[in-house]
């Protein structure tokens, strides 16, 4: 079975960095993405990166694009999320998760950044993530 451990979450002040990390393990897909969503109280969900295994391509939300750099570390099945300038507006619960990509679609810029917003279908526990002012 698919896991995913996300760690590396806590307090920091704005303007400050942080940087998460997510090891996954039991993934069988050929090609596939590991994501990084968050949630904070009371708000939806919202997809703020990826990045395909396959070929290394990234994809990053709007409210993230410029601040944060997502990376993979493929021998440690490891993918890490720099957070550069944070905002109080970033606090939330941050998660990681993969799914497949079938292969016709592998380098699809549109495929991925749908598949960001829509969200992924397996999950591991989040890490709390927040910004003071």
């Known amino acids: 079975d698919v896991q995913l451990q996300a760690s590396g979450g806590g307090l920091v002040q704005a303007g400050g960095s942080l940087t998460l990390s997510c090891v996954y393990s039991?993934?069988?897909?050929?090609?596939?993405?590991i994501g990084w969503f968050r949630q904070a109280p009371g708000k939806e969900r919202e997809g703020v990166s990826s990045?395909?295994?396959?070929?290394?391509?990234?994809y990053y939300s709007d409210s993230v694009k410029g601040r944060f750099t997502i990376s993979s570390d493929n021998a440690k099945s490891t993918v890490y999320l720099r957070m550069n300038s944070l905002r109080p507006e970033d606090t939330a619960v941050y998660y990681c998760?993969?799914?497949?990509?079938?292969?016709?679609?592998?380098?699809?810029?549109?495929?991925?950044?749908?598949?960001?917003?829509?969200?992924?279908?397996?999950w591991g526990k989040g890490t709390q993530v927040t910004v003071s002012s």
């Open positions: 990045i395909s295994i396959t070929d290394g391509a990234t």
């Open positions: 039991g993934v069988t897909f050929e090609h596939y993405t």
């Open positions: 998760a993969v799914e497949r990509v079938p292969k016709e679609y592998v380098g699809n810029y549109h495929y991925h950044l749908l598949q960001l917003k829509l969200g992924m279908d397996n």
